[in-house]
């Protein structure tokens, strides 16, 4: 009798060891899973400095005061815009397309060390979506001035004067574009909807929208 209570007693301690691995399994995955969540746009933290909201915010700072001051200066002497709304939309395509290859080569890296099982594959697209998340960040707090934009020579009037202002709007638009290529799902300027007719110096797009859209 007393073997087979030892022997129940053991089943019955096995069984709470299986049922706190199992808890401590399912806060590890809820966690992940929340800061996941939280990191890729599926929920926003107030926190995020390059959630979409905040993206947003930024687009708006650059079309509502830094242009402004930028695009007076340029009137002021005679540049053409649409040289400038050409190498705007420029920037902002090679910045998509440079963080394109980004995330290409990201994949590729998780793609290499993926398992057969299914709650494996799904930690390691988790981690796949944080190593994107953690490129913006990067790239968030990166000085603008080093990252590679398009820069044309700039051959007429006052040429030194307006290169300056120039790199100042490329330096701008590249490091947005290349923070809001990242985001889950990709946002561009919604170059489609803007009327340059009533203005040719209202360069930027009213939004942003889904690049897929």
Known sequence: MEEYYKGELKKKESAIRKLKKELESLKGRLAQDMAVSIKTG?????????SKTRLTELYKNLKLEKWTG???????ITTSPEFIRALVQ???KEAAEEMTRKKQQIEETFRSTESSGGQKNQKVEGYRKLAVHNLQLALFHSNKDHLKSP???YEGEKAEDVM?????????CYWLGCLIALNNPPLQPDWETQDYKKNSWDIFPLTLKDSDK
Request: aromatic residues 6%.
């Open 42 to 50: 599926d929920t926003e933290s107030m926190n995020d400095p390059v």
């Open 70 to 76: 930028i695009k007076d200066h340029l009137k002021s």
């Open 90 to 92: 420029k920037t902002f």
């Open 151 to 153: 820069f044309p020579k």
């Open 164 to 172: 300056v202002n120039l790199r100042r709007l490329t330096s701008e």
